[in-house]
């Protein structure tokens, strides 16, 4: 496998909107790979839909060997590569440093309730995080019911945006709304998402007059939010991963005083992986890159706070996460997303 | 003709794989002819709101645009220095590209922004939320204004041309058979320019409709605009309804080439008369 791999060029697709998350991968995993393996990585901009979208035109063009070697995906986007077929694989287990994973972790072993069957290797690990300023509010509130309390002594100051992070407030929202995660596990139930949906948004219909612009218009994206925090025309900004507070504020996005918090009634934590397309044209050099992304020192320069800050997945590193709540079956992103563009949105 | 069919072409290959993706016969999830996409899109309140939003934004920043391209082609159409300084300047904004341009009005229009800092400062307002806004608004006001702002400059350019080309000769005859200089300009010069400026009118407001890095940044998101739409259907998480997006995109051209066609019907019309 290694000797496949050495002179092989890795193209590797991945959100490229985070300074520094391209630090890490171009400054510190590109040499490494390149001494150690003598694989060239090449990091091209390109996430979920857009994959899917061009993994497909490559499908229907009949192309045998397609322009990307590994993926950055979570389960949404497992979810349509897979049922399109477009995967390879099964090969994560073989890898050398898939046995040093926390498989037992159900946040780790599981993609949105999903079995990855060795379609796809973890790289790291997230919990969704509510981000504050401690300077303007020293005393966020805790629980969701608390902070519709808040949104409404404080019209115009909370939002959330239209796409991924704003969708896993509202998701986390749903599980509180709808009694708990354990409610939702166990595959899709229509009926189950109706009565929870129903309820998380009379709690959105009752906070929604006191939001941002009174709910008439959300942030585009969750940079867009950020913005808004940054200039001080809401109070909260939201991310995906927890530690995105320490970066923003070290590079200057955010005020020093901004903090995360997590909601006491729990909030989303889940794993991103990494996959080869079907039509890779170097697949042993993704897995060798897949195995080095692995590696105890690449996990560990990741976790740094200062460097990415996101969470490691091998075993002993994982951090007890207080009020980390799993994903569910990507069904329940759906129909949330779908509703909560006809009905609250409009 | 060789040359029109290679510039045409990939947009024909486009088209015919929007076509058949809306049909469901290529692309993702494609399990043969269905109209189910075409149908949804059609049944959809967003699809007509959001087409509306972005004809009505398009059609007023293109007649603001088109107004202040004619006006400054009139007033600067001489040659003395100061003419050529101000017509230079007006083709300022000509090379930005439109993400700047956007980003620019975002840190001028923002509720925290430029203009609202200054009021700030003069204590005309008290809090960022006292700003009007005229980012992320309902009625677009600053994306109409951005993109009014950025065309400006293409339009006053082809004005000038115009004026320089057609103008001259028949403002002379005007005046020689008697007319003031008030009904040479209302009876001569500006039916001259509007009707030299009208092809450019429309490409400007084709362009402006179907401009996604200003109403990303800029437009609100109810209504959502045509280009918005299209993007956010695009990307749905569910796949197997990514090619509602081909109907939206067959929905924005067939709008351009209406535009197109009324265009050159009202054309056939003047060189009628």
Do not use: C
Request: no cysteine; proline share 6%.
């Amino acid at each position: 496998m290694l000797a496949r791999a050495r002179g092989t060029t890795v193209t590797w697709a991945l959100w490229r909107g985070d300074p520094s998350i391209n630090r890490y991968v171009d400054d510190w995993v590109a040499p490494r790979l390149r001494q150690g393996f003598g694989i060239t990585l090449n990091a091209i901009p390109g996430q979920g839909a857009e994959l899917v979208n061009a993994l497909v035109v490559e499908r229907d063009a009949h192309r045998a060997t397609g322009t990307v070697d590994l993926v950055w995906i979570n389960g949404e986007t497992f979810f349509n590569l897979r049922r399109e077929g477009l995967l390879y694989g099964p090969w994560s287990g073989r890898l050398p440093n898939a046995a040093n994973v926390d498989s037992a972790s159900p946040i780790i072993s599981r993609d949105f309730e999903q079995i990855p069957e060795g379609y796809e290797s973890p790289w790291g690990t997230v919990q969704f995080a509510l981000i504050y300023d401690s300077a303007r509010t020293p005393h966020p509130p805790e629980t969701y019911e608390a902070l519709r309390a808040w949104i409404h002594t404080h019209p115009g100051r909370f939002t959330y945006d239209q796409q991924f992070t704003g969708l896993t407030f509202l998701k986390g929202l749903m599980y509180a709304q709808g009694g708990g995660v354990e409610r939702f596990q166990g595959g899709f139930d229509s009926l189950r998402y109706a009565e929870a949906r129903d309820r998380t948004f009379a709690w959105l219909a009752n906070a929604t007059p006191s939001l941002w612009r009174g709910g008439a218009t959300y942030p585009q994206d969750v940079a867009q939010l950020d913005r808004l925090f940054a200039n001080g025309e809401v109070d909260f900004a939201m991310s995906n991963n927890q530690n995105d507070v320490v970066t923003k504020t070290k590079r200057g996005v955010f005020p020093a005083s901004a903090r995360a918090y997590v909601l006491r009634d729990g909030t989303i934590a889940n794993t991103h992986f990494v996959a080869i397309p079907f039509n890779a044209s170097s697949p042993a050099g993704a897995m060798v890159v897949a195995n080095f992304l692995l590696s105890p020192e690449a996990q560990a320069e990741k976790a740094k706070p200062d460097i990415w800050g996101d969470g490691s997945v091998l075993k002993g590193d994982t951090v007890a996460r207080r009020y980390a709540v799993p994903e569910v079956a990507p069904e329940y992103s759906i129909r949330l997303q779908d509703d909560w563009r006809a009905r609250i949105r409009r | 003709m060789r040359l029109a069919a290679l510039v045409a072409a990939p947009v024909l290959i486009g088209v015919l794989y929007a076509v058949l993706g809306a049909l469901g016969l290529v692309g993702l999830d494609a399990h043969g002819y269905t109209t189910e996409h075409v149908t949804r899109i059609l049944g959809a309140g967003s699809t007509w709101r959001g087409i509306g939003w972005s004809l009505a934004t398009a059609t007023v920043a293109t007649a603001a645009a088109t107004i202040t391209g004619g006006a400054v082609a009139i007033a600067f159409r001489g040659t003395r220095l100061g003419d050529r300084v101000a017509r230079a300047l007006v083709a300022v904004p000509l090379p930005m590209p439109h993400i700047v341009a956007a980003t620019l009005s975002l840190v001028v229009l923002a509720q925290s922004g430029l203009i609202a800092r200054l009021l700030y400062a003069l204590g005309a307002i008290h809090s960022a939320a006292q700003m009007p806004p005229l980012i992320l608004d309902g009625l677009g006001i600053g994306y109409m204004a951005t993109m009014a702002w950025k065309e400006v400059p293409f339009l006053s350019v082809v004005a000038i041309s115009v004026l320089a080309t057609r103008g001259p000769r028949l403002e002379e005859v005007a005046r020689t058979l008697g007319a003031t200089p008030r009904a040479t300009l209302w009876r001569v010069t500006v039916p001259v320019l509007w009707r030299g400026l009208a092809p450019a009118a429309i490409a400007v407001a084709i362009v402006i409709a179907g401009s996604f890095e200003g109403a990303y940044l800029l437009a609100p998101s109810n209504p959502l605009a045509l280009p918005l739409l299209t993007y956010e259907r695009y990307r749905t998480i569910d796949a197997a309804r990514r090619a509602d997006a081909y109907v939206l995109v067959l929905m924005g051209l067939m709008l351009a080439v209406i535009a197109v066609v009324a265009l050159e019907w009202v054309r056939a019309r003047w060189d009628a008369e």
